[in-house]
């Protein structure tokens, strides 16, 4: 048993080796590419981001009859998510590049619902033109990066400013959760969907370890530039983020 | 931006089918793709879809670019399969005195997937290189998908070049100052460029909606009008479905 279990972490070591020394020049591993998922699979994280979407264009649809601005501004947003979601950032400890996800930053600025609506668009134009993500595997892209990287960048900004945390704080934290939820929930859907008859959690944690040398300085990167986004916005124009209900006017 | 379909193959005799009967067809062939249970349908699958992104003359570096991260997410499958799934080793390596094996289930469990990989990925590529982006909006306004999506899709289309043109011009100007020169400064750039960026998406936004209003505009963008179908190209798509359907039946 005990020699298994070496066994098994030296295979994980070479394993996390062999991964490292493919990243050598993309890395694109937020999303989930297209065709890995099986049908099963994609049906039913299609079915579960479903409700999701339905209730952000709900939101929109709302938001857009009191103020016509806003459509032309999610689209925007969505915009800025597909360029932030493009770029290829440096990843020292890996030697390669990745890119961030923003949608922590949509989910603080617009609220996590509308944020969900912004990541599906911009993953719908980069899996039809990019192959950046797939069509089977939007549902599986939109849960991970839409759903889980919005809610929880926004559930940690939140939870930090009603502790009273700064706001350089709350933002760093907010992109760093949001973007290791989105790679965590990324991890779990590629292991349910590649196991075949294999256990769950073995396989879960192997994507999770190959992931790591990549993801984890990229979360530290997506943090910085989260809150980099909401200095400059409380700088320039602190008046868009009393708008967006991310500031009290009393705050300004 | 080099990377949209519309700026290559206008001419291509694929290019001037009706986009809804593309999409169909092509989410047909992507069902299919991701369902069969097999290697040869999705190898089948790549190969028809590799041959036509030949024939429309897509550039090496496009193709290779639009393919790099799923053949590279490919290998990664293989690579876990092959180590750490299977009970039946072909082959072992000995790397600094500890012996890996590679198991023959794993290695047909990885190619599967592969190959769905490259197959879904090669049918929406060839998809892509064919249709321009306001067709497949008016398609997914024919498909019935809600009208604020499409929308949403439309503006962010439209503004994709404008930031990035803006993010561009930010970005020389931060790496001309040094903007770049350490990782924590880098850092600091780049909060800066993407902040910049949510301003300029911000001031565009106001700067439309102004523009629109003034033009008429009531919350609602009138999307395409529809023409009714060809039915040489409805017949061609049955063939072709019909025939797939046969392959992936065997």
Redesign the interface.
Known sequence: MKMKKIKNR??SF??VL??FL??S?????MHI???????GW?ALWFAIAAPF?ALG?YR??KQ??MD??Y??????????V???SCMP?PV?TAGTCSHPC?TG?SGI?LGPVISI??S???L??Q??????G???TWGADIISMGVMGSLIGYLTFRGLRAIKANLWLAAFMAGIFADWATYITTSMELALG?K?D?PFF??FW??VA?FIPTQLPLGI?EG??????????NK??PD?LVKMHVLRPGEI | MKLFSELYKKEHILSKIDARLKMTTSLVILAMVISYRGYAFPLAIAVMSFSLCIMMNIPIRTFAFRFSEPVFIASIIVLLKLFFHGNDPIFSINIIGINISGYKEGLMDGLLIALRILGAVSVMAVMGFSTPFNEILAGLSWMRVPRGFVEILMFAYRYIFVLIEDAMVIYNAQKNRLGYSSIRQGMGSFGTLTGSLILKAFDHSHDISVAMIQRGFDGNIPLMNHKPFKSLEIAFSFILLSALGILWVI
């Open positions: 030296i295979q070479f394993f062999s991964a493919l990243l020049d993309h890395a694109y591993s590419s297209e065709g890995i998922l099986p049908f994609s979407v264009l929109l649809k857009s009859a016509l601005s459509k032309p501004l999610v689209g925007l947003m969505a915009a800025v597909f360029i932030i950032i020292p923003g930053i600025l609506v912004i599906a668009a911009a719908l134009i899996a039809l033109f990019l192959a950046h797939g069509l089977s590649i075949g294999s073995p396989l192997k994507i190959a990167l910085a530039m989260t809150a980099g986004m909401i200095i400059l916005l320039k124009r868009l």
